[in-house]
């Protein structure tokens, strides 16, 4: 059973920083391109990110290139999106997913607001 575990989101204030986490489990993660995914009340969801099985490569959406940084550490089974710059249209849940797995998580809020 694929498992994925997003958690770090917060309420920050516009400029502010945070580091998503996602815990993955029950498929080989190193084999799996992982991605990072957001939808915002009223809105589809929308790609953000997306390392290779290694982590040699990375790819963003135009929104967030240049502020967001996505990052896999696969000893650990774990993806991580560090957000800096964060604006208030960056507000919505986060996801991650694995390529190949048609699951989500429960997804960790992120709130810009001031």
């Known amino acids: 059973q694929v498992q994925l575990v997003e958690s770090g989101g917060a309420l920050v204030q516009p400029g502010q920083s945070l580091r998503l986490s996602c815990a993955a489990s029950?498929?080989?993660?190193?084999?799996?391109?992982m991605s990072w995914y957001r939808q915002a009340p009223g809105k589809e969801r929308e790609w953000v990110a997306t390392?290779?099985?290694?982590?040699?490569?990375?790819h963003y959406a135009d929104s967030v290139k240049g502020r967001f940084t996505i990052s896999r550490d696969n000893a650990k089974n774990a993806v991580y999106l560090q957000m800096n710059s964060l604006k208030p249209e960056d507000t919505a849940a986060y996801y991650c997913s694995a390529q190949g797995f048609p699951s989500w998580g429960q997804g960790t809020q992120v709130t810009v607001s001031s």
């Open positions: 390392i290779s099985t290694g982590g040699r490569s990375t």
């Open positions: 029950g498929f080989t993660f190193s084999s799996s391109a």
